[in-house]
T-cell receptor
Framework: GAVVSQHPSRVICKSGTSVKIECRSL??????MFWYRQFPKQSLMLMAT?????????EQGVEKDKFLINHASLTLSTLTVTSAHPEDSSFYIC?????????????FGPGTRLTVL | AQSVSQHNHHVILSEAASLELGCNYS??????LFWYVQYPGQHLQLLLK??????LVKGIKGFEAEFIKSKFSFNLRKPSVQWSDTAEYFC???????????FGTGTQLKVEL
């Protein structure tokens, strides 16, 4: 099955610094990747849709200048949390759609736990 | 905007008991429906999905779900749960031309020996 990886799995940073999270599709090419945020004991909330070679589409209420998304290749999307603050601490999960399946199924990465001190 | 409701937030069952987790969505158009499972410490995995055809879909590990269009529901079932089914289960609806996956709040299932 389609495999999606994320790196790092955990990151702790100081307030004001920037953190980059990578999302890779390992055995397929993904023209579209998605970034979600999951708060403790809550559901996943879509932050943005990342399209290879074009600008990301952000959901309402998500600051595009704070959460920079780059989808430079068909297997890699990155999310950079700029000037991170404690309220940005969360679990960030990416997913990728495998066009080879002929369906709109998304495959999820293992997530990145971000803690901002 | 579309929404997904999972009414059971926490469910505790004994092994071999039957399971049914409710999922209702609010969206008037064509939907694709999913159930994902998140085992402790692991990432989301696809259990099953419905796109079209037979409204009763079978997934992995003995799970199945039935799409009832008139009730806007997609309940997950398993006749006999195992301890290893302890996990969090998420129902999700795909809309927006296939780009927007909206999740329910999840149901934490604990299966006791």
């Amino acid at each position: 099955g389609a495999v999606v990886s994320q790196h790092p799995s955990r990151v702790i940073c100081k307030s004001g610094t920037s953190v980059k999270i990578e999302c890779r599709s390992l055995d397929f090419q993904a023209t579209t990747m998605f970034w979600y945020r999951q708060f403790p004991k809550q559901s996943l909330m879509l932050m943005a849709t990342s399209n290879e070679g074009s600008k990301a589409t952000y959901e309402q209420g998500v600051e595009k200048d704070k959460f920079l998304i780059n989808h430079a290749s068909l297997t890699l999307s990155t999310l950079t949390v700029t000037s991170a603050h404690p309220e940005d601490s969360s679990f960030y999960i990416c997913s990728a759609r495998d066009p080879g399946t002929g369906t709109d199924t998304q495959y999820f990465g293992p997530g990145t736990r971000l803690t901002v001190l | 905007a579309q929404s997904v409701s999972q009414h059971n937030h926490h469910v505790i069952l004994s092994e071999a008991a039957s399971l049914e987790l409710g999922c209702n969505y609010s969206y008037g158009g064509t939907v694709n429906l999913f159930w994902y499972v998140q085992y402790p410490g692991q990432h989301l995995q696809l259990l099953l999905k419905y796109f079209s055809g037979d409204p009763l879909v079978k997934g992995i590990k003995g799970f199945e779900a039935e799409f009832i269009k008139s009730k806007f529901s997609f309940n997950l079932r398993k006749p006999s749960v195992q301890w290893s089914d302890t996990a969090e289960y998420f129902c999700a609806v795909l809309t927006g031309g296939g780009n927007k996956l909206t999740f329910g709040t999840g149901t934490q299932l604990k299966v006791e020996l």
